[in-house]
């Protein structure tokens, strides 16, 4: 069964440091989504991607943010100059119709 | 803005059945969906409701009253691998400011399934 894919599945960085976490959403899906969630707090929404731009971003996702899809296959999330409150679980999401399919997220810690 | 509502936990009795209920109060409706999340790992897709009425899968099943902002998943036959959070999920519709197909997610409930 397809699945969406995420690497890597922990990311230790110091505070003011660029990551970068990479998706591959499934492959005939059309609609991309990054959502986070802080130890023991509820699922954020961050930004929605279709058609090579963002259709729609929260509060969250301020000028630290931006996503990209590169080539065909990846959807990358980067967070310019990292903040200790960016420690979060982030999860791709990509649906075709209704269904939304999380992919395992990333564990981004912020020393 | 949108409000969801859940309980924080609730435990069940393995081979039992337990209803998680959850309360929302949003603009322009567009579906209510059901997730499972064991810790650490991702939301599962369960359920999704944007009619009223009952909707049934297996051992899971989701009703929605959109006059009352209520929906419940309903587990039967309950086993210790259900032991997990539930995540309620409100869509918006298109056009509809914070729309966008994006979800909004309650804080789940903690469901513990004891012997």
């Known amino acids: 069964e397809p699945e969406v894919t995420q690497t890597p599945s922990h990311q230790v960085t110091q505070m003011g440091q660029e990551v970068i976490l990479r998706c591959v959403p499934i492959s005939n899906h059309l609609y991309f989504y990054w959502y986070r969630q802080i130890l023991g707090q509820k699922v954020e929404f961050l930004v929605s991607f279709y058609n090579n731009e963002i259709s729609e971003k929260s509060e969250i996702f301020d000028d630290q943010f931006s996503v990209e899809r590169p080539d065909g296959s990846n959807f990358t999330l980067k967070i310019r100059s990292t903040k200790l409150e960016d420690s979060a679980m982030y999860f791709c999401a990509s649906r075709s119709y209704n269904e939304q399919f999380f992919g395992p997220g990333t564990r981004l810690t912020v020393l | 803005g949108q409000n969801i509502d859940q309980p924080t936990e609730m435990t069940a009795t393995e081979g039992a059945i337990v209803q998680i209920n959850c309360t929302y109060q949003t603009s322009g409706f567009n579906g209510l969906f059901w997730y499972q999340q064991h810790a650490g790992e991702a939301p599962t897709f369960l359920s999704y409701n944007v009619l009223d009425g009952l909707e049934e899968k297996g051992r899971f099943s989701s009703f929605l009253s959109r006059s009352k902002g209520y929906s419940y998943l309903l587990l039967k036959e309950l086993q210790m691998k259900d032991s997990a959070s539930y995540l309620c999920?409100?869509?918006?519709?298109?056009?509809?400011?914070?729309?966008?197909?994006?979800?909004?997610f309650g804080t789940g409930t903690q469901l513990k399934v004891e012997l």
């Open positions: 999920a409100v869509r918006l519709a298109l056009g509809v400011t914070g729309g966008g197909n994006k979800l909004t």
